[in-house]
């Protein structure tokens, strides 16, 4: 059976939206020369992507895997950052694993985006320190640190969660809360 030629454009819409919904290359994937960024080497890095993609782009989350866990001079092989674009109503992942890092824009919203200031606090070695202090028992039985920005709801207040993981999920049971624009301690729930 033959197409009709007014269904050209349905068909044409149905082969390239699969692609566009997984979003598009923002940048070439790149070998970084060292596998382990610390928090302030990545954001740097995703900053400058982040804004050659959409100048108006902002941070909307900052964190590292369970595949690589935050170490105690504040690197991880495993980061994840996210940053919104208002005037395009996108979004572009940045990612590290294993010493590449890719970019991929998508559109949609990014959420709850934390009020992180321009120079908000992204001391990897010490944000370790804290969670080391607070929940060195779980570091000592294995437990790897987890670290993520978090905006409060309705007031947005930029905090980083310290979370404790093992065996790629296993939760520790305990988040210690830290000011991500001051670095200062917040809270410890367990």
């Keep these: ?38 928090l302030s080497e990545v954001y740097a890095k995703s900053e400058k992507l982040a804004k050659a ?12 895997t369970v595949l690589g866990p935050l ?20 979004q572009v992942a940045i990612n590290t694993f294993r010493g590449t890092l890719t970019c991929w824009a998508m559109p949609g919203s990014a959420g709850r985006i934390p009020d992180l200031q321009p120079e908000f606090f992204r001391d990897g070695a010490r944000l370790y320190a804290i969670a080391a ?5 779980l570091i000592r039985k294995g437990y790897g640190v987890m670290v993520g920005t978090a905006a409060t709801p309705g007031s947005r207040h930029a905090t980083w969660y310290l979370n404790f993981t093992r065996d790629q999920g296993q939760d520790g049971g305990l988040s210690v809360i830290v ?3 001051t670095g200062v301690l917040e809270n410890v729930l367990r």
């Design 179 to 181: 000011d991500a624009n």
């Design 133 to 137: 202090d607070r929940g060195g028992d």
């Design 1 to 38: 059976m033959k197409c009709p030629k007014s269904w050209a454009p349905v068909l044409g819409l149905l082969l390239v939206a699969p692609v566009a919904a997984r979003g598009q290359e923002a940048c070439k994937a790149t070998t970084l020369k060292n596998s382990a960024l610390t």
């Design 71 to 90: 170490q105690p001079d504040g690197s991880s092989i495993a980061w994840n950052l996210r940053f919104y674009s208002d005037r395009a109503k996108s």
């Design 53 to 64: 993609w959409k100048p108006d782009a902002v941070p909307a989350q900052v964190g590292n």
